[in-house]
């Protein structure tokens, strides 16, 4: 299902957001074709051309709304005209394909970039009304100009020089993507200016930091630090099990990659909020000294695979091992932690309810919500490696079908 919601920003506005979606993320498939959309942006890019591969489809144009539609997102290339933008073999988490992820970059720290900002400059350029702010629209007269070949930054000004129009500057393409990305956050995250809040289970709780300080007991203090930890772990055993069979063997499992960096940074985040508006140090804790969850603390600087719990530095030397086997393994452990994080959530929101804590009951909510959307995302992983029975093939402890399949977790 796709609605579409209205952001406070004149660039925002022009975006189409995905509302319900499962798998991967929230990307939106249609339960009677199984066909899949998704996103082109940098404010929305209308009328540029992409390909199916993975279905041998080819030769469609992006909506309005930079909408494009496959049955299978494995590989999509992406075009203006005869000029390869870039591809993308998995649909990002949250829908929407930006210019870092046509050209294979993380999404974070990138905008200074130069393939990204040419590739920025290039669009906006090109834009028929030379204003970004209400949508890129390509048009078809400029399409025909370009040459048969792939993007690259030391290219740019060639491109710009054949389309003949005026290249935007630098420093203005950067800027916009910047606020195309803080405006999207701002929706999928429940910030002001978003739709998508608690009650709706999607995002983060619009009201973490803004609602009155419910009553904490020493065992929900001690279950959002632990959640921090935990809502890590995932991060890391999926971030690193990624770039091990990538260096180690070429292969790019997109499930880890996608939903490490999409949303387990994000749940990561919303414990720390609550963190913080508890102001919970060490003092407040009876059962850890430390937290990794410690909202003081960047993401960044958070190590990597170390943890203050002994249980979840123990679960991640474990799930790590078994990860590096193959790429069953590694999607295997995907299905192993999610179980996990739904189980101990079960009994943290429970503890919620019973304090009366309703933030942080909602904001729990949200983690569980994701899991269940992670879990029937690396479901679909393993069935389409041939493993028939999905997570269901690691035992009854890990088969979970009774897990909902349209939530809004990310």
Known sequence: MIKKYLIGSSIAASLLLVGCGGGSGDAATSSTTGVS???LVDSAVQNADYDCIADGDYNHTTGPDGAFHCNHMERVRFRIGELVLGEIDA???DGYVFPQDLLGVERNATLTEAQVTALAQLLQSLD???NASNG????????????????????????????????VPATQA?????????ALQGVLDGTPGGSHGANGHHGTPADINTTALSTLT???KDALVYMGNEEHLAYDVYYNLYNYHKEASGIEIFQLYNISQ???RTHVGIVQSLVQKYDLGADELTNVATSVADSTIAFEEMPSGKYDIPEIQSLYDTLYAKGTASRQDALEVGCM???????DLDEYIALAEEANASDVADAFTVLRDGSYSHYWAFDKGLKNMGVAEGCCSLGTEYCKPDYPQKSHGR
Do not use: W
């Open 218 to 220: 020493p065992e929900l």
């Open 136 to 167: 890129i629209v390509i048009p078809d007269a400029v399409k025909a100009l370009l040459e048969d070949e792939t993007f690259t930054a030391e290219n740019i000004e060639s491109y710009i020089e054949d389309a003949s129009v005026e290249m």
């Open 128 to 130: 028929a009304d030379r």
């Open 91 to 93: 649909l990002p988490a």
């Open 262 to 264: 999409n949303s387990e």
């Open 174 to 182: 950067r800027e916009h993507v910047r606020q195309t990305m803080q």
């Open 37 to 39: 959309t998704g996103y």
């Open 337 to 343: 932690v999610e179980v996990v994080d739904v189980n």
